[in-house]
């Protein structure tokens, strides 16, 4: 899978985009991979990764955490298509109070590109 460019925060300038480093964490996808056959059980999972080896955290207008979540991407193929889909995932984890998440993701998918299956 190709790293995506990981969008900027404060500045937009060349150097403040990260590139994406493919790393694993194996809870968050084998869930996106529970997540992707809860909506399309025909699919075939090729490849899951994470992109980013630390959580980012959402924070309300006063400064407190709302969640961490982490991105992520999966390549699978329908058994109706020569071509794989791959497709971006974030899994959210809510912040429970007191430094600590729910230990169960949510899940949400970026839009479908398809592409060749290797």
Known sequence: MQPSARPCRRTCSPSSIQRAKVT???KAE???KQAL???DSG???QKAATLYADWDIAKN???IPTERYRSGAILYKDSDS?????RSFTAH???SGGGTYVSKFKYTFGAIR?????
């Open 24 to 26: 694993h964490y194996a």
């Open 30 to 32: 084998a869930g996106a």
């Open 37 to 39: 056959l809860a909506f």
């Open 43 to 45: 699919a075939k999972v």
């Open 61 to 63: 207008d006063i400064g």
């Open 82 to 86: 020569k071509w794989c889909q791959y």
């Open 93 to 95: 984890a809510d912040y």
């Open 114 to 118: 398809y592409q060749q299956c290797k």
